[in-house]
């Protein structure tokens, strides 16, 4: 089922008892991201803020804060049934290029329809405020923390357009709040928006951009995803939702950005200009990020719905939306992880690495080295590029039960060999990485070892006979020692 509108989920959420509305006066710093993390930490609904100070724009939080709302949002009954779906429509035999394979596979020729319908007139250009009417201060934006360098937008998908191509690319990235007409893009050195400034810098000309806030759930899903930047996020919208998106042209730069959304901020990038520095600011992980220079964004344009909604995803100590986010695509895209990496079993992104710094891997391994040899192809994936501990288990081991996992590190590995270090692009979150170095990584092969791995007779699990395990079982009332313990 997919949602025309934000206003259709939230309605949807509402007879789900999955939103709650607060009309108290609230202040959009601090007070909104203290009320929504706490409400977060315990499994909460949506809020909606009807009585912002100083606004007269309701303010949404925690909308995909859940595992139960984003499948909500995606229409599924569970994260395995999408992720089912995708690896339906994948084919494992070419993962090169797959997005586009899957509208010429043959068994799936209903998907021609899948790219994005243009159409001319859109709900989100209900208002228009070109140049002198340009006021960001209208919009109300939260601040998250205390030491925040000032109000932030965190919930935008943001569009831009390769220069020679002209295919568009989105993702969501922070844009801090500069001037009235002006914001601040903090992306990272190794992100999309950087690659394609880069290019409009050789050319000499401006690159546009266009922040979209708001509609259909599934747009910004798209925007979070980790597969190929070359992949269209409008036309991967319309995959997970099952109905092609329509978008409209911008007002004032050449975009192309969804029909229904609630508000489209406008503008450009001039790579001429001198960078503003941007920051500190609040990660996903709970600590702040450190100032750095940051390209500066002009707003030409602001659109909107006559009634529009501004969400926000409020950053913290996990759990929070934008971990929720995260794993629950980690789920989805699995399919097309193990098109890459045929032996991958699952993998998992803890809360307590905040979604991307440490990583658990199973795999079903069959020769010597396998474990090093997975690892390099997981540090070359854009779903686990920014993993700082990586741990490699065998295909016997649940990846989403630590204690296993710590048991396997226990039980394989010999530190002087099975624990190596590798340089890579580094998380602008991650706080121990001094800025402008490469990124440090290290990987550890909890698996066990084969012939050729270990020196001597390699060790053996010491485990009980199937045929005592079930006559303890079928007599295990007999013994009256009560309910029979689970040995999982």
């Not at 795999?363 to 686990?384: D, E, M, N, P």
């Not at 048991?407 to 394989?412: D, E, G, R, S, T």
């Not at 045929?467 to 079982?473: E, K, N, R, T």
Request: net charge negative; aromatic share 4%; proline share 8%.
């Amino acid at each position: 089922m997919s949602h025309r509108c934000l206003a259709d989920f939230l309605e949807e959420l509402g007879h789900a008892g999955e939103l709650a509305r607060v009309e108290t006066e609230v202040q959009a710093e601090l007070e909104v991201a203290e009320i929504t993390g706490r409400m977060a930490h315990n499994g909460g609904p949506a809020l909606l803020f009807g009585a912002v100070a100083g606004h007269e724009m309701p303010l949404l939080t925690n909308l995909l804060g859940s595992e139960t709302r984003i499948c909500r949002a995606l229409g599924v009954a569970s994260l395995d049934e999408m992720a089912g779906r995708i690896a339906a429509l994948a084919n494992p035999t070419q993962p090169e290029g797959w997005f586009e394979k899957l509208k010429t596979a043959p068994h799936v020729a209903a998907l021609s329809e899948l790219p994005p319908r243009r159409v001319k007139t859109a709900a989100c250009q209900q208002v228009v405020r070109l140049g002198g009417d340009v006021d960001l201060g209208a919009l109300p934006i939260v601040q998250s923390a205390p030491d925040e360098a000032g109000r932030t937008i965190t919930a935008a998908a943001l569009f831009a357009a390769d220069p020679d191509t002209h295919g568009q690319s989105a993702g969501r990235y922070d844009l801090q709040l500069q001037a009235p007409d002006r914001l601040v893009g903090c992306w990272a050195d190794h992100d999309e928006p950087a690659r394609l400034l880069a290019e409009y810098r050789r050319r000499g000309e401006k690159m546009p951009l266009a922040a979209v806030l708001g509609g259909d759930p599934a747009v910004l899903l798209a925007a979070c995803s980790a597969v190929s930047e070359h992949v269209d996020r409008c036309a991967l919208a319309g995959l997970l939702r099952e109905k092609p998106l329509d978008v409209v042209s911008c007002r004032s730069v050449d975009l192309e950005v969804p029909a229904d959304a609630e508000i489209v901020i406008e503008g450009y990038v001039d790579p001429a200009e001198p960078a503003a520095e941007a920051g500190p600011l609040c990660a996903s992980s709970g600590y702040y990020r450190s100032r750095r220079p940051a390209p500066v964004m002009h707003v030409t344009a602001i659109t909107h719905r006559a009634n529009p909604v501004y969400p926000a995803v409020i950053p913290g100590r996990p759990p929070h939306e934008s971990y929720q986010i995260e794993r629950a695509l980690s789920r989805v895209f699995l399919p097309l992880v193990k098109l890459a990496i045929p032996e991958l079993i699952d993998y998992e992104l803890p809360m307590f690495g905040a979604g991307r710094h440490w990583a658990s891997v199973s795999i079903r391994k069959t020769y010597a080295g396998q474990a090093r040899r997975v690892v390099h192809a997981a540090w070359g994936l854009r779903q686990l590029v920014l993993a700082k501990w990586l741990v490699v288990v065998d295909e016997d081991v649940d990846v989403h039960d630590h204690r296993q996992v710590l048991a396997a590190i226990a039980n394989h590995v010999h530190p002087d060999r099975d624990v190596f270090t590798q340089q890579g692009p580094p998380d602008p979150t991650d706080l121990t990485t001094p800025q402008g170095a490469l990124g440090q990584k290290l990987a550890i092969d909890a698996t066990a070892k084969l012939p050729g791995e270990h020196q001597g007779v390699p060790p053996r699990l010491a485990a009980m006979s199937r045929q005592i395990a079930h006559l303890v079982s079928e007599r295990w009332e007999q013994y009256g020692l009560g309910p029979e313990p689970d040995t999982a």
